[in-house]
């Protein structure tokens, strides 16, 4: 799978014409990759189409998980009966989806029991049912950065998503197995590429007033 500098140096060997490295940082043509990416894995993810590309969804193997107030988890209608967990750190910032952040799994650290994503609303309107006594399931909803679950006391989660942040934090223990960011791999299916690549040339040449010639002879923006 491509790494985000693979896209990127692409990106630049189109534009070599057109632009100048002084004046477009790496940083910059990286947020319209993403610009781009979102947009178009929203439309996959409302076709269920994302499951299929294993490779875009990135494992936080260990995130830890501290007790914290039902008000801050924003689940006040529940009385009492509750211990509300919430990882310690905000997550790595994640791609949106047409449905919300796209999050694959959140689960047991050895995978076994998988949470049920819902929303603080849902969970305290199931927990006034009479059957909810005999509900086993757990729950979590996800709220500015962090994941809140209203009924499991683990002390740490396994979460499955699509990053465009930096997840080296999570999963590399030793400062000498971390990967530089821009070689780490690239979290968008490679059948998008091209309409990426497309599309972010399209908007540096915007972005430098460059008028786009449409003489394929002179530039073609698809090869």
């Given at each position: 799978m491509a790494t985000i500098a693979d896209v990127i140096s692409r990106i630049r060997g189109q534009a070599k014409a057109e632009i100048q490295d002084a004046f477009v940082t790496d940083r910059y043509i990286y947020s319209l990759i993403i610009k781009s990416a979102q947009l178009l894995m929203r439309r996959q993810d409302h076709a269920n189409k994302l499951m299929k590309f294993n490779s875009v969804w990135k494992s936080l193997p260990f995130v830890e998980m501290i007790d914290v107030d039902k008000v801050e988890a924003g689940c006040t209608g529940i009385e009492s009966g509750c211990t509300f967990k919430r990882t310690k750190n905000k997550l790595p910032e994640m791609i949106e989806g047409y449905w919300g952040p796209l999050i694959r799994t959140i689960?047991?650290?050895?995978?076994?029991?998988?949470?049920?994503?819902?929303?603080?609303?849902?969970?305290?309107?199931?927990?006034?049912?009479?059957?909810?006594?005999?509900?086993?399931?757990?729950?979590f909803w996800y709220l500015d950065g962090y994941i809140y679950s209203p009924n499991i006391d683990w002390d740490a989660i396994k979460v499955e998503a699509v990053f465009n942040d930096d997840i080296s934090s999570y999963t590399c223990t030793k400062t000498d197995d971390c990967i530089p960011r821009y070689k780490q791999e690239i979290s968008i299916p490679e059948s998008l590429f091209p309409e990426i690549e497309n599309q972010v040339m399209l908007s540096l040449l915007n972005t430098m007033k460059i008028p786009e010639d449409l003489n394929d002879d002179k530039r073609n923006l698809n090869r």
């Open positions: 689960s047991s650290i050895d995978g076994t029991i998988e949470l049920q994503p819902t929303y603080p609303g849902t969970y305290v309107s199931m927990t006034k049912t009479t059957s909810f006594r005999y509900n086993k399931k757990k729950y």
